[in-house]
Antibody, heavy 120, light 107 residues
Framework: EVQLVESGGGLVKPGGSLRLSCAAS????????MNWVRQAPGKGLEWVSS????????YYADSVKGRFTISRDNAKNSLYLQMNSLRAEDTAVYYC?????????????WGQGTLVTVSS | SYELTQPSSVSVSPGQTARITCSGD??????ARWFQQKPGQAPVLVIY???ERPSGIPERFSGSSSGTTVTLTISGAQVEDEADYYC??????????FGGGTKLTVL
């Protein structure tokens, strides 16, 4: 069974940093591209970042470019999101999601999310 | 930038057909996907590549595309289908956008 479990969320002050992790199991992690998608409280979904299976290709939404860094460790079956210079508008539930082989731009499995709150 | 536009809400009675539209210029050239999200839960993929249904998704869910508009159809909507639905497309690798979401009420 595919499982994605996020961790690392919490309360951080504006300008601060946080590192999110996503532990994957139930599939060959190293064969799949992975993503972060976020959802502000009461709002819609927003794609944040994507990384290819071997980390060769990395993409960011304009809203986080230069502040967030996506990475992965295939030996540990883990995905990460380093978030720096955090702003109030980064407050959201952050989901880890897998890209399916049959559709290279989609998300077929999602974790339950971890809440990041940026507030003084 | 580009946008995907959805109605904010759709309401049907149980057993009726629910149709949720998503419009955007990018949809004329790129695939759409649809996600279902129930309160407090993670999104679930219900349609990919405009009209393909993942395994485990009921047959009453279908997708179609015409020009710059895609439609999610739920034939014989059930109470458990009540949820927020989001369309999504990727203009390119750095430009991936969700629609604003549609709240489906089945009552």
């Amino acid at each position: 069974e595919v499982q994605l479990v996020e961790s690392g969320g919490g309360l951080v002050k504006p300008g601060g940093s946080l590192r999110l992790s996503c532990a994957a199991s139930g599939f060959t992690f190293s064969s799949y591209s992975m993503n972060w998608v976020r959802q502000a409280p009461g709002k819609g979904l927003e794609w944040v970042s994507s990384i290819s299976s071997s980390s060769s290709y990395i993409y960011y939404a304009d809203s986080v470019k230069g502040r967030f860094t996506i990475s992965r460790d295939n030996a540990k079956n883990s995905l990460y999101l380093q978030m720096n210079s955090l702003r109030a508008e980064d407050t959201a539930v952050y989901y880890c999601a897998r890209t399916p082989v049959e559709d290279g731009s989609s998300f077929d499995y999602w974790g339950q999310g971890t809440l990041v709150t940026v507030s003084s | 930038s580009y946008e995907l536009t959805q109605p904010s809400s759709v309401s049907v009675s149980p057993g009726q057909t629910a149709r949720i539209t998503c419009s955007g210029d990018v949809l004329a050239k790129k695939y759409a996907r649809w996600f279902q999200q129930k309160p407090g839960q993670a999104p679930v993929l219900v349609i990919y590549k405009d009209s393909e249904r993942p395994s485990g998704i009921p047959e009453r869910f279908s997708g179609s595309s015409s020009g710059t508009t895609v439609t999610l159809t739920i034939s014989g909507a059930q109470v458990e289908d009540e949820a927020d639905y989001y369309c999504y497309s990727a203009a390119d690798n750095n430009l991936r956008v969700f629609g604003g979401g549609t709240k489906l009420t089945v009552l």
